[in-house]
């Protein structure tokens, strides 16, 4: 691997470089993987297609990178550390050379269940060892790996499997999640009475809990894997060939398949990885996320194990037996890079446990955050508390659609201000653009974030609707990638990200589209129509406030109940992360001349802000804004 950039000064010019010659930059970072076919073209794009292309002509298999060529340098290393729900459970670990095995052999249950390369496979599993290998089992033989986070429901699974016509779906009987057990085969067979085209389900045992097997379309993980050696050669890939759908939530309609392809993510993600937290070969490297988001998926599978390295992955929960869990965690395998979520941090920071006093935590080199902006004091506690002042902390800014990270320190090298994700990674060029469509070029001031120029790990559709993704990200302003994002660059050039300016929620670092929420609640027999907005709340960043117009039958109904009964449709529709905090019954909602609502009152009220709304003239109804202040909850 290219070795990581040093100092600032080094920074500095390798960023230059990678400005000026952008290709001859990544095509030096490409070098350093296995091919079997070197690439014709590094670089072809054009964002009004838009169309990009990281190394054409090339081909490779992402697993090799991952695995086989570790077996020649270091079989013996710790790949995986796992880490049970269960604190009295062992650990236990796996070797590259056993994870490689185990990958090898999964792969060919794979094939015998008929997969082929291209076909998508749906993975719904636990945060057990066999997820990281299902992953890598579908990239073995070409397939497409689609995940969906094992805490959605049964519906939101079904649409993930059809949207992505996945004949064979990976899952466990159950998964624990602290002191709860979650029937995973129970909500898959539940989803799987509307995927008529399901062939077959693969099932790992977890729990134990007791499941019912549909003959001739489920077989016991167990089984299949005692049928099959554990050799497997890889299958040749070409760099544009896809290698995940991961679905995302967006601001309008149903979540959008986001595809990425295989070299440019493989070059992306072991380059970020070992830049932004100067990995070291004795590194015990934790990612706190689930493998069901992009974060688990760059930072706990691909990233680290394309640069080799030993990363710990655990089943729990933070706060479950206890606060003190993760720093438990930490001190029991000598964590040295730790990477979290904000929402996790200021969870931690409410209860009574300050880790400063009652544990070690002196393995720990350097900590990471992502999934959210992070408030200053919850940086402060991070590093006073967890970090005990010595540790730098790498604010991470990226998306699902970017692939890897693209605005961040490099962790002892940049330094950082708190709330800040300071400078973009060499090869990455943001840009702020004003409402007008101009490119802010001064420092301090605030924009929409964009991306000019293409990087290697940049998602190239969403699966199935091509017109989807010109529209969502390329469109807004002609020849930028837009995030969604607000964003300041401050005098020093430094970048801080100011949160979402679309209908994009994040609740707990989950990112939550206010349109699906609003659909699972006009489910409800009684509801007429519902408009949902995001307001600040100090555990989870943002929480979801729902303004629910309800029809004339519900007069006199009990309002307790009914938002319990709002709030399980939501959970059953789209999943527990989605429930509504706050559910206000309404008249009417603020509507413009042409039918719009204008959520930008709405999102005043739920802030608290009642007394200047700003300009109401041009509301159909001024009246119903004076009710709704009134009766906010
Ligand atoms: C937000 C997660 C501030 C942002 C990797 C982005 C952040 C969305 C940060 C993507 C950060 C992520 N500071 N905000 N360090 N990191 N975000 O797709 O709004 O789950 O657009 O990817 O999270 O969320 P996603």
Known sequence: ?????????????????????????????????????????????????????????????????????????????????????????????????????????????????????????CIYMPMIPELTMALLACARIGA???????????????????????????????????????????????????????????VYQRTNTPITMQPGRDLRWHDEIAKVDNLCEAVTVSSEDPLFILYTSGSTGKPKGIMHTTAGYMVHTAYTFSNVFQYQPDDIFWCTADIGWVTGHSYIVYGPLLNGATVLMFEGIPTW??????????????????????????????????????????SLRILGTVGEPINVEAWEWYHEHVGKGNC????????????????????????????????????????????????ILVNGEEGRLCIKFPWPGMAR?????????????????????????????????????????????????????????????D??????????????????????????????????????QLRKEINEFVSRIIGPIAKADKIQFVTGLPKTRSGKIMRRILRKIAEGETDNLGDTSTLLDPGVVEEIRKGRV
């Open 1 to 121: 691997m290219t070795p990581a950039i040093k100092s600032l000064e080094e920074y500095h010019k390798v960023y230059q470089r990678s400005i000026d010659l952008p290709e001859a930059f990544w095509a030096e970072v490409a070098n350093d993987f296995q091919w079997r076919k070197q690439w014709d073209k590094v670089l072809e794009w054009d964002f009004k297609k838009p169309e990009v292309k990281w190394f054409d002509g090339g081909e490779l298999n992402i697993t090799e990178n991952c695995l086989d060529r570790h077996l020649i340098t270091q079989p013996n290393k710790k790949a995986i550390i796992w880490e049970s729900n269960d604190p009295s459970e062992p650990s236990v670990t796996y070797t590259y050379r056993e994870l490689h095995a185990k990958v090898c052999e999964l792969a060919n249950v794979l094939k015998s269940l008929g997969v082929q390369k291209g076909d998508r496979v």
């Open 392 to 439: 730098p902390i790498v604010d991470t800014w990226w998306q699902t659609e970017t692939g890897g990270i693209m605005i961040s320190p490099l962790a002892g090298i940049t330094p950082t201000k708190p709330g800040f994700a300071t400078l973009p990674l060499p090869g990455i060029q943001p840009a702020l653009l004003s409402e007008k469509g101009e490119e």
């Open 144 to 202: 497409v790996h689609s995940v969906v986070f094992a805490g959605f429901s049964a519906r939101s699974l079904a649409d993930r499997i059809n949207d992505a016509d996945a004949h064979l779906i990976l899952t466990a009987d159950g998964a624990y999640r602290g002191a709860k057990s979650i029937d995973l085969k129970a909500i898959v067979d539940e989803a799987l009475a509307d995927c008529l085209g399901v062939r077959s389900v693969l």
């Open 321 to 362: 037996p206890n606060n003190g869990r993760f720093w438990e965690v930490i001190d029991k395998h000598k964590v040295s890079i730790f990477y979290t979520a904000p929402t996790a941090i200021r969870s931690l920071m409410a209860g009574e446990h300050s880790p400063k006093a009652t544990h070690k935590l002196d």
């Open 523 to 560: 489910e409800h027999e009684l509801v007429i129509e519902t408009a949902v907005v995001g307001y600040p709340h100090e555990l989870k960043g943002f929480a979801v406030y729902a303004f629910v117009v309800l029809l004339s039958e519900a007069k006199g109904a009990d309002e307790e």
């Open 461 to 521: 559709s969403i699966w199935g609707d091509h017109n989807r993704f010109r529209e969502t990200y390329f469109s807004a302003f002609p020849n930028y990638y837009f995030t969604g994002d607000g964003c300041r660059r401050d005098l020093d050039g430094y970048y801080r990200i100011t949160g979402r300016v679309d209908d994009v929620i994040i609740v707990s670092g989950h990112n939550l589209g206010t349109a699906e929420i609003e659909n699972a609640i």
